[in-house]
């Protein structure tokens, strides 16, 4: 099929030179190229996901992100504690 694309001189001029050198056509190394975004896009990696933190024997060191919150303010209390403080806040700030 044909078409038309808009390339920046710079770009076709390498690309022209790359086609002669590798003694191929312009049109192969630009489906080569398509093809390789198009699978580059294909296989990406899924998005990172943080887990539980999982022992040795494949029991969860932590029972769930509940029990992880109250371990990072335990030290103010626990969560309990910090929404009291969050409630107090937000009524000060009542008129």
Do not use: C
């Not at 790359?18 to 190394?29: G, H, N, V, Y």
């Not at 932590?62 to 009291?84: F, P, T």
């Amino acid at each position: 099929m044909k078409t038309t694309v808009e390339i920046s001189p710079a770009l076709l001029l390498e690309a022209k030179a790359l086609a002669r050198e590798q003694q191929t056509t312009l049109k192969s190394l630009l489906e080569e190229g398509i093809r390789l975004a198009l699978d580059r896009r294909r296989r990406r990696v899924k998005p990172f996901q943080l887990r539980m933190p999982v022992a040795h024997l494949g029991r969860p060191l932590i029972s769930g992100w509940a029990s992880v919150r109250e371990l990072i303010y335990e030290d103010r209390g626990g969560m309990a504690a910090v929404s009291a403080r969050r409630s107090r806040n937000r009524s000060q700030r009542l008129p």
